[in-house]
């Protein structure tokens, strides 16, 4: 069950501003670039981001999965993150239903249990170009 969408309210004008500002640096964590269907305005969220196997990442989706930066990614079929420092473009999103949450990393599995998150999305690092 995703968090309530009142307190996802109050992340988006209270939270979100001052997580932007470390979001990129700490670990299990990025800012997601994403672009909006209808008005293509560029929009940077604070998201918890973990690295996969391979060029997989996994995005936990604490809202859910009808999150409006959700319909976005999977619409446009690619994001950008920044995490500890790093950018990367990443592609093929896809939601998952993990209830166990072995997509990510056992020290965050219980906080996520806790917050009863079971979605998440994977994407894969977009090969580079040139």
């Not at 997601?32 to 973990?50: A, E, S, Y």
């Not at 790093?86 to 917050?115: I, K, M, N, S, T």
Request: hydrophobic residues 40%.
């Amino acid at each position: 069950m995703p968090l309530p969408k009142r307190l996802a309210r109050f992340n988006r004008r209270v939270t979100n501003p001052v997580l932007r500002h470390v979001a990129g640096r700490l670990p299990w964590f990025a800012i997601l670039t994403h672009v909006g269907r209808r008005t293509g305005r560029r929009h940077r969220i604070p998201v918890n981001l973990f690295r996969g196997d391979g060029d997989r990442w996994v995005v936990a989706l604490t809202y859910g999965a009808d999150a409006q930066w959700v319909r976005n990614v999977l619409a446009a079929g690619w994001c950008e993150v920044e995490t500890r420092g790093r950018h990367h473009r990443l592609v093929g999103p896809e939601l998952v239903r993990d209830p166990a949450q072995g997509l990510v990393p056992a020290p965050v599995r219980p906080f996520l249990r806790l917050l009863r998150v079971s979605g998440f999305m994977v994407l894969h690092e977009a090969p580079p170009t040139g």
